[in-house]
Each structure stands twice: as C-alpha cells, then as structure tokens.
C-alpha cells in the first residue's frame, strides 16, 4: 500500500512515516523543507519537496497513484486539491484538534459535541472549517476522509506545556529551582494528553481499519489530570516539589499581559476531559502509556536538554 504523508518532517508527521514504515508501508513525504529538525530521522524516506497549496505542484505529485493519502497539517485548498487530483484513492485522513469542542458541553466529552471553535480563536475555527470540509466531501462525492483530533500533545521531541498556556523554555528550569508558578483559578481545570507515537500509531490504525472512513476520532490517553496534578507530576519526575500559587484568571491575564498568549491560558483554564471509547472499538485503539507516564517522560526529556 503506497501512502505519502504530508507535513512528515515535522513532530508528529516523522513519527507518523516511522510508525508506518514498522508496520511495512510503502511511504513518500512531502514536506516544504522548512523544518529540519527531524530530518534525520526520516533520511531514508523517500521525500519529495512541494507546497500543497499549489495546484501545479499538487498535480504532479498526485498524478503518481497513492492508496493513502495523510495529512499533519490541512487547509482548505489542500483538501480540495486531494479531492481534485487523488485519483483511485482509498482513504484521506488529516489531523485536527480537540480544541475546537471548548468550552466542553459535557465531561467526558465524545465526538458527538458541537465542533465550532474556542471563542475568539482563528485556528480552532480554522479547524472545524478544514473537517467540515472533508467530511462535506465524503457526504458529498464519497471522498473517503476521517478525521484525527489529539489532545494536548507530549512525548520527546517537544517542550512541555507550561503553567501560562504555552511551551516556554524556562519552565522546566523554574520547575528545577522550585519556583512558585501561578496556575489559573483553583487549578483544577483537567488536562488530558496524548503521547505522540500514540497519536501515531493511531493514524495507522485508521489506515488499517476501513470503518474509519467517514468518521471523527478523539485521540486522547486514558484520563485527564488536574492542572494542579500535572506540575506535580513534572516536579516529581525531576526530583523536585511544586510550589503552585492560584490566581484568578483574569488577574493572571493581566499580570503577564503581552508576555503570554492570552487565549493560550484562557484555553489551559478550560477543562479537556474525553472518552476514547469510539477509538478503542473502531480501530482497536490502546494506548501504550499513562497520562502519569507521559508527564514524566516528556519533563525528563526536557530536562535532558537543557
């Protein structure tokens, strides 16, 4: 089975391309060749360096017959283009977010929830736009979409997210010397993350499971943590003791003001609780580790670099 993954050079993409090839797949890449830092890792794959937003380019890599076709990064005029020039081909999967269900109408949420967007965000709205548009396509003409929707993202190769809502580099130092870091609220807004081979593996697992086609999947480990619980997680997995100061939201906003990506931490105060009940029964769907596990490595790895 031939499949070409877009976006392959990237975090998750080159994990996607290396699961794919364990399980014997015949994989191409096509990336911009603006990301090198997993480069390495993939050297061997056959790669090929295009925009998938252009419609010349589009037409020449796919006039070459792919059975899969996956996608880390989607837009609306690479959907469409797949849809035009993807001759003959069996499954389209492309990867989302959970995000867009925020705020969650209930917990744990499922893939039957309303989709439209985090309030006053471009690029979760962006995303329910480009599954909407698959999945449109699917209704419409057969285009055999599914769709991926991770959680928070973790595992080597990424900073950990950090108390303000982002990936910030002095986190796991401030973690180090013991800082007292300010955490929204009471910090009891859940958290659930995803390691990234697991989200890997999981577009696999769509690939060999045909029941996926035309379906939404939330991908997710097990069960989510408390904010509070996810420092001290990270602070034990180094040894070290989480000194954690509650502030209201909106203190915390404007206490760090243009330092911080405001939706960012408006988005950490928000619960992300989720069943991964669909997955498990669709695609035999089982993650390989704990939220507790993925926590830890992700702070040591981390670490490691500094």
Same mark, same amino acid.
């Given at each position: 089975?031939?499949?070409?993954?877009?976006?392959?050079?990237?975090?998750?993409?080159?994990?996607?391309?290396?699961?794919?090839?364990?399980?014997?797949?015949?994989?191409?890449?096509?990336?911009?060749?603006?990301?090198?830092?997993?480069?390495?890792?993939?050297?061997?794959?056959?790669?090929?360096?295009?925009?998938?937003?252009?419609?010349?380019?589009?037409?020449?890599?796919?006039?070459?017959?792919?059975?899969?076709?996956?996608?880390?990064?989607?837009?609306?005029?690479?959907?469409?283009?797949?849809?035009?020039?993807?001759?003959?081909?069996?499954?389209?999967?492309?990867?989302?977010?959970?995000? *867009?269900?925020?705020?969650?109408?209930?917990? +744990? %949420?499922?893939? @039957?929830? /309303?989709?439209?967007?985090?309030?006053?965000?471009? &690029?979760?709205?962006?995303?329910?736009?480009?599954?909407?548009?698959?999945?449109?396509?699917?209704?419409?003409? *057969?285009?055999?979409?599914?769709?991926?929707? +991770? %959680?928070?993202? @973790?595992? /080597?190769?990424?900073?950990?997210?950090?108390?303000? &809502?982002?990936?910030?580099?002095?986190?796991?130092?401030?973690?180090?010397?013991?800082?007292?870091?300010?955490?929204?609220?009471?910090?009891?807004?859940?958290?659930?993350?995803?390691?990234?081979?697991?989200?890997?593996?999981?577009?696999?697992?769509?690939?060999?499971?045909?029941?996926?086609?035309?379906?939404?999947?939330?991908?997710?480990?097990?069960?989510?943590?408390?904010?509070?619980?996810?420092?001290?997680?990270?602070?034990?997995?180094?040894?070290?003791?989480?000194?954690?100061?509650?502030?209201?939201?909106?203190?915390?906003?404007?206490?760090?003001?243009?330092?911080?990506?405001?939706?960012?931490?408006?988005?950490?105060?928000?619960?992300?609780?989720?069943?991964?009940?669909?997955?498990?029964?669709?695609?035999?769907?089982?993650?390989?580790?704990?939220?507790?596990?993925?926590?830890?490595?992700?702070?040591?790895?981390?670490?490691?670099?500094?």
């Amino acid at each position: 089975m031939k499949i070409i993954v877009f976006g392959g050079t990237g975090w998750l993409g080159h994990n996607i391309v290396l699961d794919l090839i364990k399980g014997g797949y015949d994989v191409t890449i096509c990336s911009r060749g603006k990301k090198a830092t997993f480069l390495e890792e993939v050297s061997e794959v056959k790669s090929i360096s295009a925009d998938k937003s252009d419609e010349a380019s589009m037409q020449s890599i796919l006039a070459e017959r792919y059975d899969v076709v996956i996608d880390t990064v989607p837009n609306l005029k690479s959907i469409e283009l797949v849809h035009k020039y993807a001759a003959g081909l069996k499954h389209y999967i492309h990867c989302s977010s959970t995000g *867009g269900y925020a705020p969650l109408p209930f917990v +744990p %949420c499922d893939e @039957t929830a /309303p989709y439209i967007g985090f309030e006053g965000t471009s &690029g979760w709205k962006a995303k329910a736009d480009y599954d909407h548009a698959a999945l449109s396509l699917f209704t419409g003409t *057969g285009f055999p979409a599914t769709v991926i929707r +991770p %959680c928070y993202i @973790t595992g /080597p190769g990424m900073l950990p997210l950090d108390n303000l &809502g982002g990936r910030r580099t002095d986190f796991i130092p401030d973690i180090l010397a013991e800082k007292t870091l300010d955490l929204p609220d009471n910090g009891l807004a859940l958290l659930q993350p995803i390691h990234v081979k697991d989200l890997a593996h999981s577009f696999r697992l769509a690939v060999e499971n045909r029941r996926s086609v035309g379906q939404i999947y939330n991908i997710c480990l097990s069960h989510a943590v408390t904010l509070n619980r996810y420092l001290e997680i990270t602070a034990s997995a180094l040894g070290k003791k989480a000194y954690i100061s509650h502030v209201p939201l909106e203190e915390m906003l404007a206490k760090y003001g243009d330092t911080i990506h405001a939706t960012g931490l408006r988005f950490l105060a928000t619960h992300m609780c989720f069943t991964i009940e669909k997955a498990r029964r669709d695609l035999g769907y089982v993650p390989h580790c704990t939220p507790e596990e993925a926590i830890e490595e992700t702070a040591v790895w981390a670490a490691s670099r500094i």
